[in-house]
T-cell receptor
Framework: DAKTTQPPSMDCAEGRAANLPCNHS???????VYWYRQIHSQGPQYIIH???NNETNEMASLIITEDRKSSTLILPHATLRDTAVYYC?????????????FGTGTRLQVTL | GAVVSQHPSRVICKSGTSVKIECRSL??????MFWYRQFPKKSLMLMAT?????????EQGVEKDKFLINHASLTLSTLTVTSAHPEDSSFYIC???????????FGNGTRLTVT
């Protein structure tokens, strides 16, 4: 699986958009970009994933560059409850269940 | 949506005893489940892949005789920490994939403290 690079920490004011970058310059053509987050002392929570097109759901938007070497997770209106560690993971889909390898992630602190 | 349940959420045990952690897929069948371990302020580390009806696959450096995994049904996998020591104190998290492929769904974890 391709390696990802994320900033270790970011701050965001409540109500503002949080833009979390991820570099995955060695991504292969069959690898998806996944985003999870982990709130303190809980299991990771799935946010969104994509292959090459931008994606949006009720939680966030995922913007993937045309060369697919980087992506940005956007939380449009961050709240205090969005304070968590955000993990960007790149992985090929092989079969019905494939393990995820977690990096160090970005610790997002949302402040008043 | 797909839900993965872990039990217990917290457990304290004495050195030398064994502890069993359960992971259940509540509304789907999971032929494969994954067990992770997380130390404070660290990322999740995959310990093993649990396969229904067959032996688990352990990651390098994980002692299979210490961390016993049983996946006896399509909705239940168990992790038993045998002869626990204080260094086994950690946050253990399981995950499973619902039919139709990714993403993985995670349980809420079990915090093990060995005294």
């Amino acid at each position: 699986d391709a390696k990802t690079t994320q900033p270790p920490s970011m701050d965001c004011a409540e109500g503002r958009a949080a833009n979390l970058p991820c570099n995955h310059s060695t991504i292969s053509g069959n690898e998806y970009v996944y985003w999870y987050r982990q709130i303190h002392s809980q299991g990771p929570q799935y946010i969104i994933h994509g292959l090459k097109n931008n994606e949006t759901n009720e939680m966030a938007s995922l913007i993937i560059t045309e060369d697919r070497k980087s992506s940005t997770l956007i939380l449009p209106h961050a709240t205090l409850r969005d304070t968590a560690v955000y993990y960007c993971i790149v992985r090929a889909v092989t079969g019905t269940a494939s393990k995820l390898t977690f990096g160090t992630g970005t610790r997002l602190q949302v402040t008043l | 949506g797909a839900v993965v349940s872990q039990h217990p959420s917290r457990v304290i045990c004495k050195s030398g005893t064994s502890v069993k952690i359960e992971c259940r897929s509540l509304d789907f069948q999971a032929t494969t489940m994954f067990w992770y371990r997380q130390f404070p302020k660290k990322s999740l580390m995959l310990m093993a892949t649990s396969n229904e009806g067959s032996k688990a696959t352990y990651e390098q450096g994980v002692e299979k005789d210490k961390f016993l995994i049983n996946h006896a049904s399509l909705t239940l996998s168990t992790l038993t920490v045998t002869s626990a020591h204080p260094e086994d104190s950690s946050f253990y998290i399981c995950s499973a994939s619902a039919p139709g492929g990714p993403p993985l769904h995670f349980g809420n974890g079990t915090r093990l403290t060995v005294t």
